[in-house]
């Protein structure tokens, strides 16, 4: 059977003042390549209602978006940060934390990076081209490319078995302390974290880059093989 994963939905208000829950479609795109039945999950803000969405599934997916909100860390905010909709950031945290109490696979892209690291007591770096040293990671609606480097210690690198990766990438925000629980997996050249991982958690990586964008390439293909293979193992031990 077909593991059903579940992809956090994005949330912004239209020209007429209505919010609206879309995503790109890159994200399915991804998702039902590899084999997955990708399953949009509504912005709810009811516990048990998420519950019951996550009793079909056998993943998460959490996508990317604007930017977290740096109360949370206890910062004023930059006038650079674009804030992400109150609805979706509260949201976001809500479906993580029930889906790690499942102990489900779990898989963060880009924003999904960031509030994965935040969630686990981390900060993040609110406007990264104002930072010394940092190379260009792109921006809303620009997309570059730059080199990460693998921790050897990470199961990312066992999987790749590479020490280098040429990743798609569009964000201003980035990792600046990250959560007691994770491992930093890959870097950056100007030395900012562009992957996590949770040791002991049965499945939990998180990537800055935007692998569904590149989908044709055999690292991006590798970590959603790995993701579907420990949502098969969820499905066959739940």
């Not at 208000?13 to 609206?20: A, P």
């Not at 949370?72 to 976001?92: A, C, Y």
Request: with cysteine; proline share 6%; aromatic share 8%.
């Amino acid at each position: 059977m077909k593991p059903y994963i579940g992809v956090s939905m994005n949330c912004a208000l239209n020209t007429r003042g209505t919010e609206q829950a879309y995503l790109d479609s890159n994200y399915f795109d991804f998702l039902e390549d590899a084999g997955a039945v990708p399953q949009p999950i509504a912005l709810m803000q009811n516990n048990e209602q998420i519950e019951s969405v996550l009793d079909g599934l056998q993943g998460v997916l959490f996508t990317g978006g604007l930017d977290i909100n740096p109360e949370l860390w206890g910062e004023k905010l930059h006038p650079q940060t674009r804030l992400l909709h109150p609805r979706r950031q509260l949201f976001e945290f809500k479906l993580y934390q029930a889906a790690k109490e499942r102990r489900l696979p779990i898989l963060g892209i880009c924003l999904g990076v960031q509030m994965i690291n935040v969630a686990g007591g981390g900060s993040l770096y609110q406007y990264l081209p104002e930072e010394p040293g940092q190379i260009d990671h792109g921006g809303e609606g620009c997309t570059t490319r730059h080199q990460v480097k693998l921790d050897k210690n990470g199961r990312l690198y066992l999987w790749l078995q590479t020490e280098e990766l040429n990743v798609p990438s569009c964000h201003t925000q980035g990792i600046k302390r990250i959560g007691a629980c994770y491992l930093p997996s890959a870097v950056s050249p100007d030395g900012v974290i562009e992957a996590l991982e949770e040791p002991g958690y049965p499945f939990l990586l998180a990537v800055q880059w935007h692998p569904e964008r590149d989908r044709d390439n055999l690292f991006n293909r590798v970590i959603m093989e790995e993701f579907l293979k420990a949502a098969t193992r969820y499905a066959k031990e739940k």
